[in-house]
């Protein structure tokens, strides 16, 4: 079930990352780097941090000190259009569904292609088949309100990846689901994200979600970083 990704994998990293909220200090001098293709897990507890890393990696948080790079490049030396350009390689599976109730399945799913210009035809047609993929086939004229928890996050799953990118963040997947759900889904990222970096960020590692790195993050710093290379 592995979706061909249109962009080219490349290193993502953070050097010396802070990022503040006022006196609110989410990361405070984070540096860690993510090879192309690479998986990991990033557990700690609300307020870790882990959010916030994921926003920086994708270019939508912006440090308040330090940098991002892509490829080598510092994200905030890129201009606009470049800089959303290249975050088309990102695909985001949010920890609420983040689904828009007012669209069926299907146009929540082909909305990312239509903001990049995919025609309505193509697109409907890459939405359809990730639905297919992701067991959401029976659902595609169905609202948010009229789907199950674990059909959520399919959705939102289908909607992370029909645009084919090169990187998966996904924050907080499970949260809110039963067990059976939660292995569910586990099976499904595991699944489309061969191939891809996958970053997970979790409260705790799960058996579910065998990844062969997990970084932690405490009160904001990098606190255990196992399996890095």
């Given at each position: 079930m592995t979706v061909p990704s249109d962009q080219a994998a490349v290193r993502i990293a953070c050097e010396a990352v802070t990022v503040r909220f006022g006196?609110?200090?989410?990361?405070?001098?984070?540096?860690?780097?993510?090879?192309?293709?690479?998986?990991?897990?990033?557990?700690?507890?609300?307020?870790?941090g882990k959010t916030?890393?994921?926003?920086?990696?994708?270019?939508?948080?912006?440090?308040?000190?330090?940098?991002?790079?892509?490829?080598?490049d510092d994200v905030a030396g890129l201009s606009?259009?470049?800089?959303?350009?290249?975050?088309?390689a990102f695909g985001m599976v949010f920890q609420s569904d983040?689904?828009?109730?007012s669209l069926t399945v299907l146009d929540n799913v082909l909305l990312?292609?239509?903001?990049?210009?995919?025609?309505?035809e193509e697109a409907r047609s890459r939405a359809e088949d990730v639905l297919r993929r992701?067991?959401?086939?029976?659902?595609?004229?169905?609202?948010?309100?009229?789907?199950?928890?674990?059909?959520?996050?399919?959705?939102?799953?289908?909607?992370?990846?029909?645009?084919?990118?090169?990187?998966l963040l996904a924050d907080d997947p499970f949260a809110g689901l039963d067990p059976v759900?939660?292995?569910?889904?586990?099976?499904?990222?595991?699944?489309?994200s061969r191939g891809r970096t996958l970053i997970a960020a979790l409260p705790d590692p799960v058996e579910s979600l065998p990844l062969p790195r997990v970084v932690r993050f405490e009160e904001g710093r990098l606190a255990r970083d196992e399996g890095g290379r």
């Amino acid at each position: 079930m592995t979706v061909p990704s249109d962009q080219a994998a490349v290193r993502i990293a953070c050097e010396a990352v802070t990022v503040r909220f006022g006196a609110v200090e989410a990361l405070r001098e984070i540096s860690l780097g993510v090879e192309p293709g690479e998986q990991l897990v990033v557990t700690g507890q609300a307020a870790a941090g882990k959010t916030t890393w994921l926003k920086c990696l994708a270019g939508l948080q912006r440090p308040t000190s330090g940098t991002v790079t892509w490829a080598g490049d510092d994200v905030a030396g890129l201009s606009v259009d470049e800089r959303r350009r290249r975050q088309s390689a990102f695909g985001m599976v949010f920890q609420s569904d983040a689904l828009f109730d007012s669209l069926t399945v299907l146009d929540n799913v082909l909305l990312p292609l239509l903001k990049r210009g995919v025609s309505r035809e193509e697109a409907r047609s890459r939405a359809e088949d990730v639905l297919r993929r992701v067991g959401l086939d029976a659902a595609m004229t169905k609202r948010p309100e009229e789907l199950s928890g674990g059909m959520k996050k399919r959705a939102g799953v289908a909607r992370a990846i029909v645009a084919q990118p090169a990187v998966l963040l996904a924050d907080d997947p499970f949260a809110g689901l039963d067990p059976v759900t939660e292995r569910s889904i586990a099976e499904l990222l595991l699944e489309v994200s061969r191939g891809r970096t996958l970053i997970a960020a979790l409260p705790d590692p799960v058996e579910s979600l065998p990844l062969p790195r997990v970084v932690r993050f405490e009160e904001g710093r990098l606190a255990r970083d196992e399996g890095g290379r």
